[in-house]
């Protein structure tokens, strides 16, 4: 059994990392691809521009499970500081979509407890019985 570790933990084990550089690793995973030169000015001149990302980041980092991501892009799309043209027409900011994606691919690799492993870790001749039982043959 894997314990059931969150998402920041996960991110910094899968990539080897130190905790402490969650953020800045996630937040460069999240961005709009178009957003990186821009958004690094924009954080020097007011260090304040990027809090919404930096607490979006962090509420994602402690769940554990993909389900209650939603919940944090809710409160990242109403945070009080994601506000203003160059976040919301330019995009200049953290991609709620591109976040998930991290997070689901993160959480993936993991099997924790109660979960069914998936059908590529089973040995070759399971994998070939549930091939061809998909597939109609003997």
């Not at 969650?22 to 709009?32: C, I, K, M």
């Not at 924790?112 to 061809?132: K, L, Y």
């Amino acid at each position: 059994m894997v314990s059931r570790s969150n998402f920041a933990v996960q991110f910094c084990q899968r990539r080897n990392l130190a905790p402490e550089r969650f953020v800045e690793e996630a937040l460069a995973h999240a961005l709009y691809p178009h957003a990186h030169i821009l958004y690094a000015i924009l954080v020097w001149l007011h260090p304040d521009f990027g809090a919404a990302d930096v607490d979006f980041i962090n509420g994602v980092g402690r769940l554990s499970r993909l389900q209650d991501f939603w919940g944090e892009a809710e409160e990242f799309a109403h945070h009080p500081r994601n506000f203003g043209f160059l976040r919301q027409r330019l995009r200049i900011r953290v991609s709620a979509r591109r976040l998930r994606r991290v997070m689901k691919k993160t959480l993936s690799v993991t099997t924790t407890e109660g979960a069914w492993p998936s059908v590529a870790s089973w040995p070759t001749s399971d994998r070939t019985a549930v091939e061809n039982v998909d597939a109609g043959t003997p």
